[in-house]
Each structure stands twice: as C-alpha cells, then as structure tokens.
C-alpha cells in the first residue's frame, strides 16, 4: 500500500523556522520525483518545492532562498526546511511522490505563520 505521511507543521512566529518531514512506504522511493505543494484557504494548491531522483531541486519564486527541500533515500523521507517564515506562507502543506505520471499524495500538514 502506498502511503505518504507528513510531520512537522505546526504554529510558529513570523521570521521562525519550521522543517517538515514526509515518509513514504510502498514505493520504490529513490526513484520517485518528490514534491511539496501547499494549498492557503481560497487559494489554489501550488508547487513550493521539488526534487528528483537525481537530487536536482526547484522552487517556486515565492519561497527561494527560504526553504530547502532535500531527501534521505536510506529512511525514504523527503524533508522541506523553511526559514524566514511569513503570515503568507500559512497553508496546509502536501508531499507527493511522482514516477513516470504515477502520483501519489500525502494528507497535509498544517503550517501556521502568526504572531
């Protein structure tokens, strides 16, 4: 059963740090493209970061500099490191692996970015 599962949201100050960790079972994850996107209250879901078997990364404009995705295949955890966070960042933040059109989704985290 394929199955991804994120951890590490939660509420935090402007300017804080949150890193959010995503486990995946039931895929053969080294291979898998790995992704976060994150979806505000009215907004549509959006691409914030990726990154491919080959460990080759892309972020969304919005949050380069920020955040950092990077992968540990040995624990097939995909991870999000996000600094300097701002009140628009708030979403709820998804993982998704992605092989060859075959994508799977995790079921959120919240991430909360408020004094």
């Known amino acids: 059963q394929e199955q991804l599962v994120e951890s590490g949201g939660g509420l935090v100050q402007p300017g804080g740090s949150l890193r959010l960790s995503c486990a995946a079972s039931g895929i053969i994850f080294s291979i898998y493209t790995m992704a976060w996107y994150r979806q505000a209250p009215g907004n549509k879901r959006e691409l914030v970061a990726g990154?491919?078997?080959?460990?080759?990364?892309d972020y969304a404009d919005s949050v380069k500099g920020r955040f950092t995705i990077s992968r540990d295949n040995a624990k097939n955890t995909v991870y999000l490191q996000m600094n300097s966070l701002k009140p628009e960042d708030t979403a709820v933040y998804y993982c998704?692996?992605?092989?060859?059109?075959?994508?799977?989704w995790g079921r959120g985290t919240q991430v909360t970015v408020s004094s």
């Open positions: 990154i491919d078997r080959n460990r080759d990364t």
């Open positions: 998704t692996g992605d092989n060859r059109g075959r994508k799977y």
